[in-house]
């Protein structure tokens, strides 16, 4: 039996570099094997799955619906290897690469400070950051940790829970110069209200009065899908915008935004996670980077 799951891993390295190069002669090259050792090894796997992986053109290889379905977990399966190994080898002094994923404005503003203190406890790591508001496929393989905000699908997932975010309406100095100051919810139905595009939001604002929650659609001529650049827009003046309060506390703070309605405002909150691939042989380097998350940001977020 060992044998044989040596032989399925050694099988999958092979067809991961069939997809990494894109072709049986670079997988070839890049594992020191002949071409037609490689085409063999794709064969046996395709017969023993009964399942055609790859459709092979004079210019190209495509993977069939069952041929990415494998990548993944080949992909996975050897990540998960290595790393258990990894863990075990260097759990004194974690090192190796952990990729993160974060929104653009929360990355920014709330996990790039704490990197260099991360690096400077944990030299042999390296952080591979991305930020962007596309969320990455964890369990895909596209990134070992990312950060969610609002509720959780349902998965394998692991989630360890950093903090949670309020909401805050805002507006410039200038623009309420301009257009006034809105006294009560009714009043931005006068006002330039700027929105997400997300697919899942809608112009509607939550409120509170008297106990009693209620709802408002508001209606703008600019909407955009991140927070960052609703409050590029709300400091220049052009309109009113609803964000997550970690967006603008240094900008109230310094003038260049006002608070707006924060009598009405209901109290909304969506958790912030960190959610990667849990386990027993969950890599050092991925714990110690979770860890220092919860340790530095639970404690600033509220």
Known sequence: MARELADISGEMEVFNAVVRTGSLSGAARALDLTPSA???IITRIEARLGVRLIVRTTRSLILTPEGEGYHRAARR???????????????????GRIRVSAALGHGRRSVVPLLGGFVER????????SLTDVLADVLGGQADIAIRFGPLLDSPLT??????????????????????????????????CLNFNFRRAEPIWPFRRDGADFELTVS???????????????????????????????????GRLVRLLDSFNPGDTEEINAVFVGGGIMPARVRVFVDYLVEHMAKSSG
């Open 159 to 192: 989630a360890r829970k950093l903090g949670s975010n309020g909401r805050t309406i805002v507006a410039s100095p200038a623009y309420l110069s301009r257009a006034g100051v809105p006294r009560s919810p009714e009043d931005l139905l006068e006002h330039n």
């Open 220 to 254: 703008g001529n600019v909407e955009a899908n991140n927070g960052e650049t609703l409050v590029h827009l709300a400091q220049q003046g052009v309109g009113i915008a609803r964000v997550g309060s970690f967006h603008v506390e240094d900008d109230i703070v310094e």
């Open 122 to 129: 944990y030299p042999g790591i390296l952080v591979d950051l």
């Open 77 to 95: 399966i050897l990540a998960d290897m290595t790393e258990a190994e990894a863990s075990i080898a260097d759990q004194a002094a974690p090192k």
């Open 38 to 40: 490689v085409s063999r």
